[in-house]
DNA sequence: AAAATTAACTAAATCGATTTATTAAACTTT
DNA sequence: AAAGTTTAATAAATCGATTTAGTTAATTTT
């Protein structure tokens, strides 16, 4: 490519009494190296529509037409829509879904925002997201935004401009502007885990307030007096309804409420299991304790095990979220089971009429507001 | 659209001394719309590349080269490439990466594809690679398998369409022919976890073989005489290497090996965990378990549970693959825990070298065996 | 000073679809 | 039979970039 120049003025020289001058000589020698470009690549690339409508002889439109199922409207007779359509299974056609996008905006992806697709909540449900797309004829894209806004607003803008047909967005705190702008231009959104009071989004939430109150209750119920909440300080609402669950439920029975907030930033950190130790160590009167989330739990759970051993043999644990480990654990752990399949199934059913509507924005909001239910286990039995 | 024959030949009546017939008449009415569309679309859509050059009043092709850094290259002045980049800046262009792809064919996007994303191990994995992928300006797919070659390879197919740049594969036993296809043409495959015996791929595996047989030797030396071996009936190198490592160790000490095998169909049903049941009642000198994948671990850690109370008192269990579960559990259990973090760096060094590379069949190959860790706990400790 | 080269920039082709505008021929109306 | 409609199909614009093949004016070489 570089060094075209010096080649044809070579040549040049040799012929200069067949060419009046380098431009008509460097235009043949393109149209030659186009033509060659052309054929070296017939036998590299996947047919094209165009390739379809020369084989067949008939116009690219045509073909179009027929792939996308609008031959009877567009008036192509049955014979041509046949001979298309036996040609292009024959060849096992399939259309270049990257040039499709760039025609029609759209890509046939959805995005699924999580905090942390490795936590098992997260990634339980991902998987069951994952098949009710394909199901749908729709890609699932998964990310985590560890519940950071400039993360979480960083993927929106990236997916956004690939085109993503929608969202499911467990939404980070500060992302409300984003989530309206989505909105606003005309972009599906799900939220779901937790939301905006402020703001009417189409939504898939647990009633979080309702289960805290009859998890905390159940322990009261089993003889418990003096049940802690271990919370983090996030104040989205998933965090703030469960704490006022269990406020109610203490309220309700007279007791007097205890309650641990640990930082988001060392929920998974050693220091944030010292927080725990160090507050069962400065309220030894702590008969139970009712963690708002799995990973709390789970460094709940490593901190009585090693640092206050036989802690679970006389006293009471309870989680928010399922998983395997608390079914296996001994004493297996009493816990709030989200109903998973029928989060991902309502997620999935309102994105559909989203991204079948011409408007999204304007199709009447749907919110579902679900029920955990209460799994007992071991770890509340009172002996 | 559909009505508007009838409204230009009402125009056409009313204005008949004018036009001559009614093709000019549309041809009017559509140079009209095409306008309009334009202008009505414009305040909708992100400035493109022609705009951004209409604005400065330079070529689209000038603003493109600077875009991509080749403005030097391309002997653009100085004076212009400033002028185009502060422009860039102030309005936070970005080009459209569909149209990039379509005519690059590339598409900064890297498949994850493993058995099930919700499993602890692929779970962890992929967050670590969603983030070095990130690092790297790749945005990440992940995909479940099933371990299932229907389903393998259909996404395959599905995610080769879409151009993606690279793939990181944990294949199904029978997809070898599409993994050589992938790498005929020039598709950047990185493999890991288990491999093709006979088909030298780039892949980032870990010593299984000798991982078992050191955890074996471990209970061996913890004095266990009867350790059995519980695995799948999956015939892949990841578990014939396994079992080899078991056999190997048991013969080096001149003991019986004794094999459960649970067909993959059962790993996660009521009937795999029955299979172990049985198997403990049938094999009562089993003084000792070694599971070979965390899923069979957690159904031999439920049987154990509920069926056979007190069993882990006097024996032992270890188990392939580490995770939360079985450091918290109690007994916490001896675990051989593969080197996340270094499989996802080692991965993504790799697949940076080939997406880099022109001929990426013909980059060297590079294979990475990683050592695993046994990492012991109490389930292990014989008392 | 003619010829060749370089600097600086642009027109147009291209990627592979979708969709709008248009047309030629065959039918219907009036 | 002239005018209008319908049928069956196509040409060309478009999506928004990248890249090849030019072009013109200025500079350098011979």
């Known amino acids: 490519m570089q060094n075209s120049p010096d080649k044809s003025s070579g040549v040049y020289q040799e012929n200069s009494y067949l060419f009046s001058n380098y431009a008509i000589l460097a235009a043949r020698l393109n149209r030659f190296r186009r033509t060659y ?40 007779s049955k014979e041509v829509i046949e001979r298309i359509e036996k040609y292009i299974e024959s060849i096992n056609y399939k259309p270049n879904p990257i040039a499709r996008s760039l025609r029609t905006g759209r890509s046939g992806i959805l995005v699924f925002m999580v905090e942390d ?4 909540f997260f ?27 400039r993360r979480s607003k960083e993927l929106i803008h990236l997916f956004r401009e690939r085109q993503v047909d929608g969202f499911f967005l467990i939404p980070s705190s500060g992302i409300e502007k984003e989530v309206k702008n989505l909105i606003r231009q005309q972009v599906p959104v799900v939220l779901f885990d937790r939301y905006f009071p402020g703001l009417e989004t189409n939504q898939v939430m647990i009633d979080n307030g309702d289960a805290a109150f009859s998890a905390t209750e159940h322990l009261i119920n089993q003889g418990y007096k003096s049940p802690a909440f271990i919370t983090t300080d996030v104040k989205q609402t998933q965090m703030t309804e469960r704490l006022e669950g269990y406020e109610k439920a203490l309220k309700k029975y007279g007791l007097t409420p205890n309650i641990l907030k640990i930082p988001f930033s060392e929920i998974h950190s050693a220091a944030g299991k010292e927080l725990i130790a160090t507050f069962l160590s400065n309220n ?5 304790m009712f963690f708002a989330t799995n990973y709390l739990t789970q460094s709940g759970l490593e901190v009585i095990k090693y640092k206050f ?6 006293n009471g644990v309870l989680t928010f979220d399922d998983n395997d480990l608390f079914r296996i654990n001994t004493p297996s752990i009493t816990a709030i089971a989200q109903p998973l399949e029928e989060i991902g199934k309502h997620l999935m059913s309102m994105m559909m009429t989203l991204v079948n509507s011409s408007k999204p924005s304007e199709v009447a909001i749907q919110q579902q507001c679900l029920k955990a239910e209460l799994i007992q286990r071991e770890s509340t039995q009172r002996h």
């Open 284 to 288: 030894p009167e702590t008969d139970s």
């Open 309 to 314: 051993p036989g802690w679970l043999d006389s």
């Open 37 to 76: 470009n052309r054929y070296s690549q017939m036998s590299k690339t996947r047919p094209s529509l165009k390739d379809i409508a020369k084989e067949l002889n008939i116009s690219v439109t045509t073909v179009s037409f027929v792939l996308n199922g609008k031959g009877r409207e567009k008036k192509i």
């Open 117 to 120: 697709i490795s936590n098992y």
């Open 123 to 149: 990634a339980k449900l991902a998987r069951i997201m994952e098949d009710l797309g394909y199901k749908h004829d729709y890609k699932m894209i998964f990310c985590s935004t560890e519940n950071n806004d």
